[in-house]
């Protein structure tokens, strides 16, 4: 009878450490920028549509498109500028490729290239990659139990088990001498260093 109530009593003290060890307490939270998978597409130039178009006027083209001429009138000099036709047509033919960040932060990096030739946009292409905020709460348990088993040179068999409270470790042994039938208790503190 004695023996049955302590191996109750053993057995309740298991339970009770395996459902103290499940606990657990929060050790901090991690949060972290991780880049996101790059998404890479181009916008066919075709399908844009044009919302609005302004008649511009020829007194309002930049200087470098107006050349000097010189007009005589009689003994008179007269200088006068005229719009260069040439350079006109060589800047609607000229392709220009534009390459620029759109924004680089918490949210991510955006890049766009494009070009323009006759005055029109030919080819817009962007590549954008995310960056997601990974938050990670790292648990760790409030108690760790541990068993235990034991034969000394006495001819003493143990069993048992307790638990660790960070470094402090409290433990429950079971004796048994086979030899004389007498049993025992045992407990102990332990320290991890």
Do not use: C
């Given at each position: 009878?004695?023996?049955?109530?302590?191996?109750?009593?053993?057995?309740?003290?298991?339970?009770?450490?395996?459902?103290?060890?499940?606990?657990?307490?929060?050790?901090?939270?991690?949060?972290?920028?991780?880049?996101?998978?790059?998404?890479?597409?181009?916008?066919?130039?075709?399908?844009?549509?044009?919302?609005?178009?302004?008649?511009?006027?020829?007194?309002?083209?930049?200087?470098?498109?107006?050349?000097?001429?010189?007009?005589?009138?009689?003994?008179?000099?007269?200088?006068?500028?005229?719009?260069?036709?040439?350079?006109?047509?060589?800047?609607?033919?000229?392709?220009?490729?534009?390459?620029?960040?759109?924004?680089?932060?918490?949210?991510?990096?955006?890049?766009?290239?494009?070009?323009?030739?006759?005055?029109?946009?030919?080819?817009?292409?962007?590549?954008?990659?995310?960056?997601?905020?990974?938050?990670i709460i790292r648990e760790k348990q409030l108690f760790t139990p541990f068993l235990?088993?034991?034969?000394?040179?006495?001819?003493?068999?143990?069993?048992?088990?307790?638990?660790?409270?960070?470094?402090?470790?409290?433990?429950?042994?079971?004796?048994?001498?086979?030899?004389?039938?007498?049993?025992?208790?045992?407990?102990?503190i332990k320290f991890k260093f």
């Amino acid at each position: 009878m004695k023996t049955r109530y302590w191996l109750l009593l053993i057995l309740i003290a298991f339970a009770a450490g395996y459902f103290i060890g499940k606990a657990t307490t929060s050790n901090g939270e991690i949060v972290k920028q991780v880049k996101g998978e790059t998404v890479y597409g181009s916008l066919n130039p075709d399908f844009l549509t044009v919302k609005k178009e302004f008649k511009g006027d020829i007194k309002f083209l930049p200087y470098i498109f107006w050349k000097s001429d010189t007009i005589r009138v009689s003994e008179t000099e007269y200088i006068s500028t005229i719009p260069d036709t040439a350079k006109i047509i060589e800047d609607f033919i000229t392709k220009r490729e534009y390459q620029f960040n759109v924004f680089n932060n918490e949210q991510g990096v955006l890049d766009i290239s494009q070009s323009i030739q006759y005055n029109r946009l030919q080819s817009f292409r962007y590549t954008y990659t995310p960056i997601n905020t990974e938050k990670i709460i790292r648990e760790k348990q409030l108690f760790t139990p541990f068993l235990s088993a034991s034969y000394n040179t006495f001819g003493i068999a143990g069993v048992g088990g307790g638990f660790f409270i960070k470094n402090t470790g409290v433990e429950y042994n079971y004796l048994y001498q086979p030899f004389d039938n007498q049993s025992g208790h045992m407990v102990g503190i332990k320290f991890k260093f």
